[in-house]
C-alpha cells in the first residue's frame, strides 16, 4: 500500500513499528520506531551491493518485528 502524506493515511496506520529506509548507492541505513510510535533509533546499516539479498533481509526484518508501515526517504 502507498500511502500519501496525509493526516487521514497516516492516522489509518494506528499503533504498530514503522521501518525507515535512507536508500543511498553504497549503503541504506534502517531507522525504526517503537510499537507506540513516540521514539525512532537506528537499526542497522545495509551494504547496497546485492539487491536480492538487501530485499530478503528488509523482509526478514518487516515480519520479525511486525512491521506496519514503510518509509523510504
Do not use: H
Not at 500519501?4 to 553504497?26: P, Q, V, Y
Amino acid at each position: 500500500m502507498i500511502v500519501e502524506n496525509d493526516r487521514e493515511n497516516i492516522l489509518a496506520i494506528g499503533t504498530g513499528r514503522i521501518l525507515s529506509i535512507d536508500f543511498g548507492l553504497k549503503r541504506i541505513g534502517l531507522a525504526m520506531c517503537d510499537p507506540f510510535q513516540i521514539v525512532a533509533s537506528t537499526l542497522k546499516t545495509l551494504a547496497n551491493n546485492n539487491l536480492s539479498g538487501v530485499v530478503a533481509e528488509l523482509c526478514e526484518i518487516i515480519k520479525d518485528n511486525a512491521v506496519k508501515a514503510v518509509v523510504v526517504g
